[in-house]
């Protein structure tokens, strides 16, 4: 089995980006992110009423770094301390050496590759600094953006799966990509 340790937290950078641990201050930015409707559109989950909500989220995500399961970090572009995003791994299975990457951003820096840049870095980061073997990426099949960052990035499309998740009164489908090691381009 797969051991992982986020301890001292990794914080990493890229050309343009530097991604570090969420603090409480990012509520505000946190906030602006799961209460937007448009960039939730593809994501099925509840949007955030309150900052004190964001908060909450923060903490648990930091609280599964503490316990080595997930990992979030607060993206910022190079010279600012202000989140433009945040992206990480979830639902890890070490036992299988697999975890599934999420990612957001500010929709005004959408189109300008930083998502595509960002996920390179943790890709490099999860294959050669924790040792996964696969990565795996649910989207919303009308998510095109989305797509497009993981083709970029060497993901391949695994399935689609009609309507198999139930939210707010309708099913949605979800389609899965994934990406091997060995696959991997830095």
């Not at 937007?36 to 908060?55: C, D, G, S, V, W």
């Not at 910022?76 to 433009?84: A, H, S």
């Not at 697999?98 to 890709?123: D, F, H, N, Q, S």
């Not at 391949?156 to 009164?169: M, S």
Request: charged letters at 25%; proline letters at 4%; one cysteine or more.
């Amino acid at each position: 089995m797969l051991t992982i340790n986020f301890h001292p937290f990794p914080n990493l950078e890229s050309d343009r980006l530097l991604f570090r641990r969420l603090k409480d201050s990012d509520a505000p930015e946190v906030f602006k992110l799961r209460s937007n409707p448009e960039i939730m559109k593809y994501i099925p989950r509840t949007l955030l009423q309150k900052e004190e909500e964001a908060l909450a989220m923060i903490h648990m995500m930091n609280a599964k770094i503490d316990a080595n399961t997930d990992i979030n970090w607060g993206v910022c572009l190079k010279g600012t301390d202000t989140i433009i995003g945040f992206m990480g791994f979830y639902r890890t299975q070490p036992e299988n050496y697999r975890t599934e990457i999420g990612y957001m951003i500010l929709p005004e820096l959408e189109g300008k590759g930083y998502v595509t840049e960002a996920v390179k870095t943790l890709l490099n980061y999860a294959f050669h600094t924790v040792g996964f073997h696969s990565i795996d990426a649910v989207i919303d099949p009308k998510n095109t953006g989305s797509e497009k960052v993981l083709l970029k990035n060497g993901f391949r499309k695994e399935a689609h799966f009609l309507e198999d998740e139930y939210f707010e009164g309708k099913f949605w489908d979800s389609v899965h990509y994934g990406i091997l090691k060995k696959e991997f381009i830095l």
